[in-house]
């Protein structure tokens, strides 16, 4: 392994670590008082300012915006506005869903988008979208129905996580679709594409601009001298690190290493959020549940094997949820 594909995968490693960090970012945030539609204002607002503020001072910088057409830039504030869907269920969720549970639910959406693939995109070979959809829905049934019955979250919780890997999912079709597959695939081998700093830069923007806008439209108490002190460092974390590094660290690492391997090396996510959580929030999945985990992870591992998925393809991600 050369040098640039070491650093390509330290990259990714880091990536995953942030996007998997941004559920334990939020529990502090919500024991403050903070609820999940405040916190993804200012998660998607300071995203967004760090986002711009990198693009300024890249060479590239706004000159790689001036070269986009019309076109390109509505289309990339549209799927960030389309993003709101799978970020607002999962932190939403995650009000009353352990940290730990919901890193291992939502991490089904490759296997989702695999099947969507088989009709709307570059589709896998054989029967393995559904082996891998398969492995996955296995894998959420155990570590679901282990839950103990009396520590279960609610079921209102349960389903808005549930629905974020769906729409998620949607929304890669749809960015994969709407960009042009053939580009993406082009540029996931190395070829020179849109930039991905301004692609991050304008899409965090819409994101946060709807959360903005919705939440002073129903007198959620998101202005800075309504946010408890307690809730800032969790708030800037979240951000920060599992917004801004984290996107920024997936493509420099894709860049160097190609998105399938990439997507590959960042299924380490989930395992990292249950270790943290295990360790700073007391979080712990039971062994049914733990094979469940292995389970989703298989499916995820199987989705990406083959380059031809729009899973592999295209990875791009706001956060994580």
């Given at each position: 392994?050369?040098?640039?594909?070491?650093?390509?995968?330290?990259?990714?490693?880091?990536?995953?670590?942030?996007?998997?960090?941004?559920?334990?970012?939020?529990?502090?945030?919500?024991?403050?008082?903070?609820?999940?539609?405040?916190?993804?204002?200012?998660?998607?607002?300071?995203?967004?300012?760090?986002?711009?503020?990198?693009?300024?001072?890249?060479?590239r910088?706004?000159?790689?915006?001036?070269?986009?057409?019309?076109?390109?830039?509505?289309?990339?504030?549209?799927?960030?506005?389309?993003?709101?869907?799978?970020?607002?269920?999962?932190?939403?969720?995650?009000?009353?869903?352990?940290?730990?549970?919901?890193?291992?639910?939502?991490?089904?959406?490759?296997?989702?988008?695999?099947?969507?693939?088989?009709?709307?995109?570059?589709?896998?070979?054989?029967?393995?979208?559904?082996?891998?959809?398969?492995?996955?829905?296995?894998?959420?049934?155990?570590?679901?129905?282990?839950?103990?019955?009396?520590?279960?979250?609610?079921?209102?919780?349960?389903?808005?996580?549930?629905?974020?890997?769906?729409?998620?999912?949607?929304?890669?079709?749809?960015?994969?679709?709407?960009?042009?597959?053939?580009?993406?695939?082009?540029?996931?081998?190395?070829?020179?594409?849109?930039?991905?700093?301004?692609?991050?830069?304008l899409?965090?923007?819409?994101?946060?601009?709807?959360?903005?806008?919705?939440?002073?439209?129903?007198?959620?108490?998101v202005?800075p001298?309504?946010?408890?002190?307690?809730?800032?460092?969790?708030?800037?974390?979240?951000?920060?690190?599992?917004?801004?590094v984290?996107?920024?660290?997936?493509?420099?690492?894709?860049q160097?290493?190609?998105?399938?391997?990439?997507?590959?090396?960042?299924?380490?996510?989930?395992?990292?959020?249950?270790?943290?959580?295990a360790?700073?929030?007391?979080?712990?999945?039971?062994?049914?549940?733990?094979?469940?985990?292995?389970?989703?992870?298989?499916?995820?591992?199987?989705?990406?094997?083959?380059?031809?998925?729009?899973?592999?393809?295209?990875?791009?991600?706001?956060?994580?949820?």
């Amino acid at each position: 392994m050369d040098r640039r594909q070491a650093v390509g995968f330290l990259l990714v490693v880091v990536s995953a670590a942030a996007f998997g960090s941004g559920a334990l970012f939020a529990k502090p945030v919500y024991a403050a008082g903070v609820d999940w539609h405040t916190l993804s204002a200012w998660r998607f607002g300071i995203g967004a300012v760090l986002s711009w503020a990198w693009v300024l001072v890249r060479a590239r910088g706004i000159g790689s915006l001036r070269s986009w057409s019309r076109r390109r830039v509505v289309i990339t504030l549209a799927l960030g506005l389309l993003y709101v869907g799978n970020s607002g269920t999962y932190f939403a969720g995650l009000e009353t869903v352990p940290a730990s549970l919901a890193a291992l639910i939502v991490y089904i959406y490759p296997a989702i988008v695999a099947v969507l693939a088989l009709r709307f995109g570059r589709r896998l070979e054989g029967r393995r979208a559904w082996a891998a959809l398969g492995l996955a829905l296995a894998g959420v049934t155990l570590t679901v129905g282990a839950i103990d019955q009396r520590t279960a979250p609610p079921l209102a919780g349960l389903a808005l996580i549930a629905a974020s890997p769906v729409i998620y999912a949607v929304w890669i079709v749809l960015a994969a679709r709407l960009s042009g597959e053939r580009r993406v695939a082009a540029a996931s081998e190395g070829a020179r594409g849109a930039d991905a700093a301004v692609v991050t830069a304008l899409m965090t923007s819409a994101t946060a601009v709807a959360y903005w806008a919705s939440a002073l439209a129903v007198g959620r108490p998101v202005l800075p001298a309504e946010i408890p002190a307690a809730a800032w460092p969790g708030l800037l974390g979240v951000g920060a690190v599992s917004t801004f590094v984290a996107i920024q660290a997936f493509y420099a690492g894709a860049q160097r290493v190609g998105a399938a391997r990439a997507a590959l090396v960042s299924t380490i996510e989930p395992v990292y959020t249950i270790g943290l959580a295990a360790l700073l929030l007391g979080e712990v999945l039971g062994p049914v549940q733990m094979v469940g985990g292995a389970l989703i992870l298989a499916g995820v591992v199987l989705s990406q094997a083959t380059p031809g998925a729009i899973g592999t393809r295209l990875r791009v991600r706001i956060a994580d949820e």
